[in-house]
């Protein structure tokens, strides 16, 4: 593991690691923020936060206006890329298939199969090694991201509760099996048959998981670009069915972009924090 | 006047505009962040952000982490571009000359006297046009700037006390006269006549004007890679020799970038916020 970038922010560290993955097979790059109880050797609670199409593992470290509260709260914050990389990794035909766009699935199908296997790597991989790596508290990880990677928090969340003990999310993708996003990932990720799908679509996994967290907090623009994309009614319907409790705010003249997640980014981490004191 | 970007942001719009440009004679754009009480119409205190080295007009929106504070503390926030851009206008021969690097000043020298006159467009044309088209409260409008745009905001407030009211940089290039990037600037766009230059200094202008302002505020880092290029300590000296009052304050660990910016930033708007509001 090899520290590319360190950035001293807030009496903390904002830094860029990069390490060759056994999972992605590849070299790969995460941020991570330190704060200043991290530097000093006191274990934090930690969060994930999964990006969106085109964005990479740098892109919140900058964008998203987290550090501010999460130094004031003592949150470690893990932001990894959105898919493998390189000159051996397939690439898409457009934006939102390939590179930047691994949607945190194992892929089945070639020619993704051999490196898009990003949610062993988000979850196993990496997850381990940031763990043993950095002062966090085990039982306090929580995970949050924004669109694509809203999708990968909330599908993340319920594939693995025992790893992730809070869940928030920015306009996610939250029924990528009914959208133009998600059909064309999953298609060519995972091959035609839809039941597969449903494994990694939070709307259908909710409705078999039922309800898992004391509490889901979902932010939504209303002016959102992508909102026919996102479905958030979807997933609360389905949140509702089974008793999963979720607080979906949505807010007027938001879109979809860092300036609507900077507006909010307290908010969810005060949340993510009061989660993860719990019990 | 065309407003290409808005995304509301802290219940307040930041926009990007875009307009043709008398005093540099090309296309130019500038952001403006305006709080919700701006939008509801109520006239505010306002702070221009000059930006550094390879910087654009968007630079500070996305990464200095201010509209939080300028929400809070009802400020609007301009951030004009570093230089002229388009293909009529003269590059340099690297990124620390030419576009992107206007230094604030108005050339005299070929190529760059036909675009390159940011003095005149900060502080006239720009100027100007925010507070006919904004909800600018006309006598409280402060500059702060970071690097080259630290020196053009320290410069531009001792040369017009009138427009600016109140004045903080980050890291500012303090004496460009006896630094490289300030050597290689001011001998391509003003000649080779170092009593010029002086007039573009800020460690000479706060000797020549004398105490303007009843405090300055400065951030600097001390693992700053560019330190070399700042000479806070002269500008303390000048300060000192004619009675201004700076609060120079120094860091240690932070360097160059915006994970300093944002560390800062707040304190840096509440100080305007305190300066513009005092008389």
């Known amino acids: 593991m090899e520290l590319i970038q360190n950035n001293r922010c807030f009496e ?20 991570i923020f330190l704060p200043e109880q991290a530097l000093a050797g006191q274990a ?14 740098e892109t919140f470290a900058i964008k998203a206006h987290a550090q501010h509260m999460a130094a004031q ?4 914050l893990i932001s990894p890329d959105t898919s493998p990389r390189g000159e051996a990794v397939a ?8 590179q930047g766009a691994g949607f945190y699935i194992n892929a089945t199908q070639a020619p993704w199969a051999a490196h898009y296997q990003m949610e062993t790597f988000v979850t196993d991989e990496l997850y381990q090694l940031v763990l043993q790596q950095f002062p ?13 990677g809203g999708h990968g928090a909330l599908t993340l969340a319920f594939k693995y509760p025992e790893k992730f003990k809070s869940v928030s999310a920015f306009a996610p993708i939250c029924a990528p099996s009914q959208c133009p996003w998600g059909e064309k990932a999953f298609s060519n990720y995972l091959g035609t048959d839809q039941q597969v799908w449903l494994q990694h679509d939070a709307t259908a996994l909710v409705q078999v998981k039922g309800a898992l967290f004391s509490e889901i907090l979902i932010d939504q623009g209303l002016k959102d670009q ?5 479905n958030p009614a979807l997933f609360q319907q389905a949140c509702d069915a089974v ?7 949505e807010h007027a ?8 997640i900077q507006s909010f980014i307290d908010q969810h981490l005060q949340f993510h924090a009061v989660q993860l004191q719990a019990d």
């Open 12 to 31: 903390g560290e904002q830094r860029i690691y990069r390490f060759h993955s056994n999972a992605l097979q590849t070299e790969t790059q995460f941020g």
């Open 253 to 260: 003249g938001y879109d979809h972009g860092y300036y609507f």
């Open 136 to 148: 966090i508290q085990a039982q306090h990880v929580g995970i949050m991201g924004h669109s694509m």
């Open 44 to 57: 934090c609670p930690a969060v994930f936060y999964l990006a969106g199409l085109t964005c990479n593992e």
């Open 91 to 98: 690439k898409g035909d457009h934006w939102d298939i390939g």
């Open 226 to 230: 992508f909102y026919s994309q996102l």
């Open 243 to 249: 008793g999963q409790k979720l607080s979906l705010r």
């Open 73 to 76: 709260l003592g949150l470690i």
